[in-house]
């Protein structure tokens, strides 16, 4: 058998929808701007509507084929909307959910609320886009989900146990859906990304950290969007489940 045949792709190229997508220099847009220049449409969703539209008009530009949907990806009815927007563009072939913040506190200090809301945003994000996935990757003969990690999903620092508990969640989300849908042509990935993430987010709070972790000491976005292309191309013979992303200098 040729090795190059055997590495090509078994997908049909199709749409690649993002939910979780806000600022442009930030990993959703990332992910969204290298699929786009891959050649596949794709739409993104995120809350912030003016955010979410000038990134959508950023990637327009370049002449990549957009949607975009405003909605939280924690409610079914709006990741229904999200879905259905990618399919308009063509059979989905994709779903990354990269939906959800981080917002550290001492746990006598956490509410409820606080708690809860971290759950929703992270673990029941997850299982609301899979469940509206992955009915279109089954009809369409299947497909790729991409689940956003962090070093949260295993293991819990002190002042991080909402953000620890909902990521651990999560990867444990993906593990079950993988091995019930993989037979079932769908690659699940969970991708853990261990470190600060040289984007507007992380630099908007702490604007010294680039010079301070020095060259290439953040991840960067591209790279991280690099690694979300390479999984869903994979061979369905060699699939990563798991993947961890993190700079040459990070203690781990």
Not at 78 to 100: I, T, W
Not at 175 to 186: D, H, L, M, T, W
Not at 233 to 244: G, K, Y
Request: glycine share 10%.
């Amino acid at each position: 058998m040729n090795d190059r045949a055997v590495l090509e792709p078994t997908a049909v190229q199709g749409s690649v929808l993002v939910a979780g997508v806000g600022a442009s220099h930030g990993l959703g847009a990332a992910i969204a701007r290298r699929f786009a220049a891959g050649g596949y449409p794709v739409a993104i969703a995120g809350r912030n509507a003016d955010k979410l539209a000038a990134t959508a008009a950023e990637l327009a530009a370049t002449g990549a084929k957009i949607a975009h949907v405003v909605g939280d990806a924690s409610i079914a009815a709006d990741v229904a909307r999200f879905v259905a927007a990618a399919e308009k563009l063509a059979p989905l072939a994709m779903a990354v959910h990269n939906a959800g913040s981080n917002r550290p506190a001492p746990f006598l200090k956490v509410s409820e609320q606080r708690f809860e809301e971290h759950w929703r945003e992270h673990a029941l994000g997850g299982f609301q886009l899979a469940q509206a996935a992955i009915p279109a990757l089954l009809k369409r003969g299947g497909g790729t989900l991409v689940f956003t990690g962090a070093s949260g999903s295993l293991r819990g620092k002190a002042n991080y146990s909402p953000f620890a508990s909902a990521k651990a969640a999560l990867r444990a989300l993906a593990q079950s859906v993988a091995r019930e849908f993989g037979p079932k042509n769908i690659h699940v990935g969970h991708v853990v990304v261990d470190g600060g993430i040289e984007g507007d987010r992380l630099l908007s709070l702490r604007p010294q950290l680039k010079d301070d972790r020095g060259p290439d000491g953040l991840l960067n976005i591209a790279a991280i969007a690099d690694a979300y292309w390479v999984l869903h191309h994979q061979h369905r013979s060699a699939w990563t489940l798991e993947l961890d992303l993190r700079p040459w200098a990070e203690q781990f």
